[in-house]
């Protein structure tokens, strides 16, 4: 990647290769993830979702949505145009992140211009141009960290919601470069318009994008003195904007402001297993752990099993916190120091330490809707880092910018280790987007790096179930259970992979019958939807060869449901084999009462035992 020769040097072909070799590599990136199946939440989301597969009008989606219409929207157009097919869900998800990209891109070099348009006079210094805007575009399309909210296809709300984000600001930018260049004369008018809308867009595609305020005000500090503020009516037009976009608006198309105010107290409230308090000592050690991943992205995985912090006499969340104190303190260290260096003979300096600072301070912004106090029950997701990691990009590349100029190494040398660590990445992406293509191969790998987690085994039970493999389901599917009594997924999962066993014919239900046309139990039927499935646990335990505890089972069963047959027959034929000759003859007692044809059945099949009474 060596500089063009001088013949090619205009800024418009730069600008356009540029452009070319980000969207190049983003393409070698995922070319292989076209066919990645749907996973996990995608069914819940897409598959499964009337909102989406069900909607015949979507102006509906678009007037009478949720909170992430937008991204709604979208699925429901590549559900009208490819059905379930992935590769066209894929395809979009693509052109999303290499539009982010390419957007970022041009973020990156407006940045530049705003610094040298504010603070020094002349022409900028072409190679800082051309450096930091492409590297900064470059790793961020190609970074396998990428791979959670590029290839995740639910997490499309993620990539189009950042897309959003990056063009407000972008609008931002030229609109307040346009203002200090020409005046109300210039483009601000345009700009503003364009900023809205994008800003109007982002709000209603995920929460993460109600930092946006708080970016802009950083944006307006760090690239134009906050001259915007000395100026009464326009600053007040732009506060009353925002306060439309963000607190006004959201509740006329919502509702009403009770619904919205209701909304915004369920997203405040503690969760159930853990409080705001220890959500934010959890965070401040999760947050490490991206800055880990962003420097070294190995081991990565969809589900975490993360410990849970709660106390400051933490060693580790300690360490946590102190590193954070510093990175803020050297963000704000850079940006006094580089107010002396832009205003100084050596403005190119002065400009690389804003933009350290700037990135520092975007990948917290970035980052304080989901890892702050708000309590989410997944504590940690890569794919939260999508938004950050621009900044955190910026602020990399404008640091080797720095260093660079400060060993005085030569430009070839700076190019070369770009081009090393884009091959790097690239490589990493294509063997992480690999083991998304096979669900059980993607299911194994999120359980070898967390075997502890419930819903991890039942996901790759279902997996196995996509392929007729009940026999490894089903131990999956127990274990599930024990780790985690909530794990509903293996709750519904087990009478069907019973069913495939062909076993114990007779002697169970799916519990389908007890479902919603949603896959949800109804509750009017709860008490025997439970019964159910907890005789199906106990024949899943006899299956695995534990039968005490399948015993405990069929007894827990007959309590929730006294008049459910089958765990009554289960229970009386396990104890006739086990030799409870009491449970065996209460059992009997009670299929003769409830059900005598299935209780000749029972007396028969236990007849070589000790005779009943």
Known sequence: MMPLKSRFNSPRMVTGLHVSLVVLLGLLCYCNSFSVPFIFDDFNSIVNNPVIVGATNLWDILLHGGSRRIADLSFAVNFRIFGLQVAGYHATNL???????????????????????????????????????????????????????????????????????????????????????????????????????????????????????????????ALFRGRLFKRGLIAAAAAGLLLLLTVLLPPLLNGSPAETLFDLRGATSEDLYFSRSSYFLTQARVVVTYLRLLLLPLRQNLDYDYPI?????????????????????????????????????????????????????????????????????????????????????????????????????GVRYRWFALTALCLIFLTLTIARNRVWNDDVRFWQDVAAKSPRKGRVLASLGRAYMNHNRSKEALPLFVDAIRLDIRAEVAWKMLGFSLQGLNCYQGRFTTGREYLTPEGEVDFRWYRQSTSTQFNNMGLATEFIGQPQEALKWYVQSVSMAPGYTLAWYNLGLLSARLGNYAQRDRALLKLKALDPDLANKLAGDIRPDRPTF
Request: with cysteine; charged share 15%.
């Open 95 to 221: 052109a999303i992140h290499l539009s982010a990209a390419v957007v970022l891109y041009f973020l990156s070099a407006a940045l530049l211009d705003s610094l040298d348009s504010v603070y020094r006079s002349g022409e900028p210094e072409a190679e800082s141009e051309r450096f930091i805007p492409l590297a900064t575009a470059l790793v961020f399309v190609s970074h396998p960290l990428q791979t959670q909210a590029v290839t995740y296809l639910v997490q499309r709300q993620t990539s189009l919601a950042t897309l959003f984000y990056l063009l407000a600001l972008l609008a931002y930018v030229k609109g307040r470069l346009s203002l200090e260049q020409h005046g109300l004369k210039g483009g601000v008018l345009r700009w503003g318009v364009t900023l809205s809308a994008m800003a109007l867009l982002a709000f209603h595609t995920k929460q993460i994008t109600y930092s946006m305020p708080l970016m802009i005000l950083m944006l307006e500090l």
């Open 309 to 409: 912090y709660s106390s400051l006499q933490n060693a580790e969340v300690i360490a946590a916190l102190i590193l954070h104190a510093l990175m803020l303190a050297a963000a704000f260290v850079l940006y006094r120091r580089s107010q002396l260096q832009l205003i100084s003979a050596d403005r190119r300096q002065g400009c690389y330490l804003r933009l350290i600072a700037l990135g520092i301070a975007w990948f917290y912004i970035a980052l304080s809707v989901e890892s702050s106090f708000i309590p989410i029950s997944d504590v940690i997701m890569e794919h939260r880092v999508y938004l950050p990691s621009a900044g955190f990009s910026l602020a990399l590349f404008a640091f080797a910018a720095l260093v660079s100029r400060k060993l005085q190494c």
